[in-house]
């Protein structure tokens, strides 16, 4: 089967690069930064304690054991213990996970969205206002700072909308009485969107810029003159031969974007208090919670490599030109 | 924030190829509206920067008026949190952010350059090598990875420069590569090969004055990025805390609390800033490379149609 | 009796980034009869390809057009697009240069030959699938490849899939853009076989537009010749090759070594066309012309009848009186 070669060399090229960001990681929180005890904030802290809690965290064993016993433990999903809380790694950010999937899936879903109307107008009414209007918004949007557009929407659109701008969740629900599952929902919802649409407003710049210039390039192939010849009408053209043509580079687009997506989330989440991972990132960095911070980075890491496959196995099934 | 975006952005206006030639810079930088804005932005703040020593004889943190205050005639951009001019404070975080911005994409020119021109000069096993390398750090999402580096290396002005710089030299080496690659099989490259030159000396007199304008063309790029990548950072308190710049200032007004006093006069500013060099680089940055490494685009389809002209009779002979 | 296609007075202006107008194509009279192989020759840049995508109306926004296009005595392009679109593909149908980019390659070549039929409401389904499938027989292709998409396709055979897909409505005029460029030379030879036959076959007008007058003097039975966006020259091959009556066909006829050998490019001609963004004075060839004289630089030469059939715009001519010729 033509596929087998090419979809086993990119699994083959995502696990290499899972075990890279593993080792990356490690390296970077065990072997430079020094010893994550000595960083503990905790006055009474004996020189005894401080070396029962090397011998218990393994630090006092050379790199190399180390690493070893970090990778065994990742096979078992261990992710060691938060040096706050005391509890799993795993278990601390799987709420945090929770929130956060939501969120971003629901910003990208409005960018996407936006961004590809705007993308394949321009690139239809090139040299209009439409189009002019289009590249300079995305382009403003996208120069601009996630979290400081996310205050910009706290302090103007916020009020104006009446939409919460912290936490999510009401902290008067459920006070008085049971609250449904709908209200929950409607709740949650109302505390996402604005995050959302910040993270939106970010990136739909991006898609609709990167959308045009496909959609461009596109309308400028010579089987798009032959498909008007052929006596298609324009719109018939642009659907049939233009669009999905136009529309493949998203697929990489989006996948390519995840570290922007994940980066800006992390800042937008800061300003809105949302509770998700990267607020939980920020919180660590804060108490030098390093199990923590390790393990949500090595997440963050490993959804973007997860996502990069499922964008190159699409890409692969949707092109008829990509071999092995 | 990815170089493709910048890319597509700023190509519209370049409807005819250009050639390469150093003549044809000038004739976009000039011709078109948009690298001229773009240019002039950036050199507004890097005069800005230049002159700050004039506008800050004294500490721009030095508190002279109430916390908050309104803006007003003596101070346009009003006081912020510390009670500290917010004209002076964005003087002095110009020039951080630019030193950041440029010795960051500095940093990462040199990287990806060196990358670049390894990759393509050599070619064989060292760009297979270089290449296999390129491909894992683009998958490793940047921001995260920078405030992780951040959080653990600390805060000085220093590390935070290599950190940026160390993780976006990816698609300057992808570019120079490819540039290299081509100038490669140019035949006076040969010609000297066939005459002895050794490596290095082909490399430094013939190589890379050929690529040296699209290097730098990215470069502006790159400052772009670094600048916007400093905000995240300083953003989450992870910045050198003895520096004023953009980023900070926008995090002082959120730990200041400003929006519960309303004070947006110290949250748009220093992000308006930010927004105008970014695009400003970006206008101007990408608009060379453009002229660098230009693409025809011819559209055949569009709403509007070609336009039929009255006959006037036997059509004046020319 | 009046020619299957008849150009009268066409101007074609593209309007240029920063202002001005480029004057590609600057007054060309062309006549092709019904089932008439006629070649359109010239450099690259001298307006041949634009005046065939104005036949079928298939220009860029920035394009204003002037003149009449005749299909069977009817203007085409009296409305603009509007006039013009009803015709394309069912009436007349082209091959583009480079045909190898004509078809999409996230689509099959089937489905793309498919389209134009399903489109002019000739077939559909299993009808049209099998008129596919008739289609690429006759050019040579074994049907089963229908399903295949383009880039499986070798560079010979993509170009008679575009020939397949544009015979696929039964149009009565097809033109050519330089089919057998970038080709290799037996393919070339092969192409052209192929065209000639289907011409034949189907009682088909052939537009031959190419810089190859190997290929010209093959396939066609009358060529014009055009230069700086205008005809220069126009008549039977016969005529041209051996009694031209301009020096820029002269010289491009006599710069071609031997007309057998096939697959010989053009010797350049010194010099460069001029620019088309500006107005002409006299005649446009004058510059680079070896017979130039006293009327060239400053009058411009109008096409008049120096033969049977034959036109030229030469002051060389200009002794001739065409009433004691035609």
């Known amino acids: 089967m033509r596929g087998f070669d090419y979809v086993g060399k990119r699994i083959l090229f995502a696990l290499l690069t899972v075990f890279v960001a593993i080792t990356l990681n490690f390296v970077l929180f065990r072997t430079l930064s020094g010893d994550a005890v000595s960083a503990l904030r905790c006055r009474q802290c ?159 710049g991006e898609y609709a810029i990167i959308v045009r210039s496909s959609m461009l390039e596109t309308l400028g192939e010579d089987y798009v003159l032959t498909a008007r010849a052929k006596g298609l009408s ?84 949707l092109d008829p030109r990509v071999s092995t | 924030m990815s170089t493709a975006v910048q890319g597509a952005a700023a190509a519209e206006g370049v409807d005819v190829a250009k050639s390469g030639r150093p003549g044809s810079i000038r004739r976009v930088v000039f011709g078109e509206p948009q690298a001229l804005i773009g240019l002039a932005i950036v050199a507004a703040f890097i005069l800005v920067a230049l002159l700050s020593p004039l506008f800050l004889s004294q500490d721009p943190k030095t508190k002279v008026g109430p916390i908050f205050e309104h803006p007003s005639v003596s101070h346009p951009l009003g006081l912020d949190g510390g009670g500290a001019d917010m004209v002076r404070l964005l003087i002095a975080g110009t020039r951080v952010s630019l030193l950041v911005g440029f010795a960051a994409a500095f940093v990462s020119a040199l990287i990806g350059g060196t990358v670049g021109l390894a990759s393509g000069y050599f070619g064989g096993k060292t760009d297979i090598v270089l290449m296999r390398i390129t491909d894992y750090v683009i998958v490793i999402p940047d921001i995260p990875l920078m405030i992780v580096a951040a959080a653990l290396f600390g805060r000085s002005l220093t590390n935070i420069i290599l950190i940026i710089g160390v993780i976006y030299w990816t698609s300057t080496a992808r570019l120079i590569r490819a540039q290299v690659k081509s100038v490669r099989e140019r035949v006076y490259v040969k010609r000297a090969r066939a005459l002895g030159a050794g490596n290095t000396r082909l490399i430094f007199k013939h ?108 059509l004046e002979s020319e | 009796m009046s020619a299957l296609l008849e150009v009268e007075g066409l101007n074609v202006w593209f309007d240029l980034a920063g202002g001005g107008e480029l004057h590609a194509v600057r007054g060309v009279d062309v006549q092709v009869d019904a089932g008439e192989r006629f070649g359109l020759v010239g450099e690259s840049g001298c307006g ?82 099998r008129q596919v499938a008739e289609l690429l027989e006759r050019v040579g292709i074994p049907s089963d490849r229908a399903a295949r998409y383009p880039h499986e396709f070798s560079g010979g055979m993509r170009q008679r899939a575009a020939i397949a897909m544009a015979i696929a409505c039964g149009p009565k005029i097809l033109l050519a853009d330089e089919p057998t460029t970038a080709l290799d030379v037996m393919v070339q030879a092969q192409i052209l076989e192929l065209l000639l036959s289907l011409a034949e076959d189907f009682e088909l007008a052939l537009v031959l537009v190419t810089h190859d007058l190997p290929v010209v003097a093959q396939v066609c039975d009358r060529a014009a010749v055009m230069y700086a966006g205008e005809v220069a020259e126009a008549g039977s091959i016969d005529a041209l090759f051996h009694t031209p009556r301009h020096p820029y066909t002269r010289m491009l006829f006599a710069a071609t070594p031997d007309l057998h050998a096939g697959g010989e490019r053009v010797v350049s001609i010194p010099g460069a066309p001029p620019r088309l963004d500006r107005p002409l004075v006299g005649c446009p060839f004058h510059p680079r012309c070896d017979s130039r004289f006293e009327p060239c630089p400053t009058v411009t030469p109008l096409l008049k009848v120096v033969g049977e059939g034959h036109v030229a715009a030469c002051h060389l001519n200009d002794h001739v009186r065409e009433g004691a010729l035609v």
């Open chain 1, 46 to 204: 004996t020189q005894a304690f401080k070396d029962y809690q090397r011998e218990q965290l393994g630090l006092d064993k050379s790199k190399w054991e180390q690493y070893k016993l970090y990778l065994g433990d990742l096979a078992h999903g261990d992710m060691g213990k938060s040096l706050r809380s005391e509890g799993a790694v795993t278990h601390e950010l799987w709420a945090p996970i929770k929130n956060t999937v939501p969120m971003v899936a629901l910003g990208t879903l409005f960018s996407i969205v936006f961004g590809v109307l705007a993308g394949v107008v321009s690139a239809w009414r090139r040299g209009t206002w439409a189009d002019k209007t289009t590249l300079w918004t995305g382009l403003s949007f996208y120069s601009m700072p996630p979290q400081w557009l996310g205050l910009i929407v706290v302090l103007f659109v916020a009020s104006a909308l009446g939409l919460p701008t912290a936490g999510i969740k009401d902290p008067t629900l459920g006070i008085l009485g049971d609250a449904s599952t709908w209200d929950v929902f409607v709740d949650r919802m109302r505390h996402m969107v604005l995050p959302s649409l910040t993270l939106g407003l970010v990136l739909y």
């Open chain 1, 234 to 317: 324009n719109w018939a053209t642009v659907w049939k031969h233009g669009l999905r043509n136009a529309l493949l580079p998203i697929i990489t687009l989006v996948a390519l974007s995840l570290g922007f997506i994940i980066g800006g989330s992390i800042t937008i989440e800061y300003v809105f208090s949302y509770p998700g991972i990267g607020l939980a990132i920020v919180e660590a960095i804060d108490q030098r919670d390093y199990p923590i911070l390790q393990g949500a980075f090595l997440l963050l890491t490993f959804s973007v490599i997860l996502a990069n496959l499922v964008a190159d196995l699409l890409y692969f099934k």
């Open chain 2, 207 to 314: 190589v890379l004055p050929q690529v040296m304008p699209l290097l730098i063309a990215n470069t502006v790029l790159l400052v772009a990025l670094a600048i916007f990548a400093e905000t995240f950072i300083s953003f989450l308190g992870l910045g050198d805390p003895s520096v004023i710049s953009w980023g900070r200032l926008i995090e002082n007004s959120f730990t200041d609390d400003a929006i519960l006093n309303n004070a947006w006069w110290t949250i748009v500013p220093p992000g308006v800033c930010v927004t105008l060099l970014v695009l400003g680089s970006t206008m101007f940055g990408q608009s060379l490379e453009d002229a660098l490494n230009p693409r025809l685009r011819v559209g055949h389809l569009s709403v509007r149609r070609f336009r039929m002209r009255p006959l006037k009779g036997k």
């Open chain 3, 48 to 129: 041949k390809t634009t005046a065939m995508l104005t036949i079928m109306g298939l220009l860029p926004p920035n394009a204003s057009v002037a003149g009449e296009v005749r299909l069977a005595g009817e203007n085409i392009l009296a409305r603009g697009e509007e006039s013009v679109s009803p015709h394309r593909w069912n009436d007349v149908a082209m091959v583009f240069q480079g045909a190898m980019n004509a078809f999409n390659p996230v689509k099959t070549v089937g489905s793309q030959i498919e389209e134009p039929l399903r489109l002019h409401g000739i077939a559909e389904g299993r009808a049209a699938r």
